[in-house]
């Protein structure tokens, strides 16, 4: 998850780690992820890979709600690389680069995208926060043509406005308020 919301706390994990993930929704979706942290003393180094696949879906249209007779797909990749340093026992810093590319029918994006992350535990009082900000970067423009139909007949449409990533801000605390051997209360915000 380090990878995903906050690179910070690759360097805060006690060894390398593995992850891996297939989600398979309803009607023919899948979300696949793979992840790698490598730990080394005060450093961390990641990869991860995301993928995203609507399979076959019917298309439908204001004049054809119950479909168009052509079928169209949604694909949703992401590759990204992850440095991150422990400066010490308190503090680390991480910093995320991503290659994305979408594609829905044939009109595809593609971006760099940046992440960036800051984790901080407050001496031994057993609180921390963390403050991470996801998916900036430049605008993008969509390239490709889809044709869709007006009142008018069928219009081909190839010129599109430049896009934005929706760019995340995130900030989170935690507090371990009570522990013993048999229970630990932790309260989050």
Same mark, same amino acid.
């Given at each position: 998850?380090?990878?995903?919301?906050?690179?910070?706390?690759?360097?805060? #994990?006690?060894?390398?780690?593995?992850?891996?993930?297939?989600?398979?929704?309803?009607?023919?979706?899948?979300?696949?992820?793979?992840?790698?942290?490598?730990? #080394?003393?005060?450093?961390?180094?990641?990869?991860?890979? #995301?993928?995203?696949?609507?399979?076959?879906?019917?298309?439908?249209?204001?004049?054809?709600?119950?479909?168009?007779?052509?079928?169209?797909?949604?694909?949703?990749?992401?590759?990204?690389?992850?440095?991150?340093?422990?400066?010490?026992?308190?503090?680390?810093?991480?910093?995320?680069?991503?290659?994305?590319?979408?594609?829905?029918?044939?009109?595809?994006?593609?971006? *760099?995208?940046?992440?960036?992350?800051?984790?901080?535990? *407050?001496?031994?009082?057993?609180?921390?926060?963390? *403050?991470?900000?996801?998916?900036?970067?430049?605008?993008?423009?969509?390239?490709?043509?889809?044709?869709?139909?007006?009142?008018?007949?069928?219009?081909?449409?190839?010129?599109?406005?430049?896009?934005?990533?929706?760019?995340?801000?995130?900030?989170?605390?935690?507090?371990?308020?009570?522990?013993?051997?048999?229970?630990?209360?932790? *309260?989050?915000?």
């Amino acid at each position: 998850a380090s990878l995903y919301l906050n690179p910070a706390l690759t360097s805060q #994990m006690e060894g390398s780690q593995v992850y891996v993930s297939h989600t398979a929704y309803f009607a023919d979706i899948s979300h696949n992820y793979l992840g790698y942290v490598h730990k #080394m003393d005060k450093l961390a180094f990641g990869g991860s890979l #995301m993928y995203l696949d609507s399979g076959e879906m019917e298309e439908t249209d204001e004049f054809n709600p119950f479909g168009t007779g052509r079928t169209f797909r949604t694909i949703h990749l992401a590759a990204g690389v992850t440095f991150s340093q422990q400066l010490s026992d308190l503090f680390s810093y991480g910093i995320s680069s991503k290659y994305v590319e979408e594609k829905i029918e044939e009109v595809q994006l593609q971006s *760099v995208l940046f992440d960036i992350g800051f984790f901080y535990k *407050v001496g031994e009082t057993g609180l921390r926060f963390a *403050v991470g900000l996801n998916n900036f970067g430049i605008d993008s423009s969509p390239t490709g043509e889809t044709v869709r139909q007006t009142q008018n007949g069928p219009v081909v449409e190839n010129s599109f406005e430049d896009v934005s990533a929706p760019s995340i801000f995130r900030i989170g605390a935690a507090y371990d308020a009570y522990e013993n051997e048999s229970i630990k209360v932790l *309260v989050t915000g």
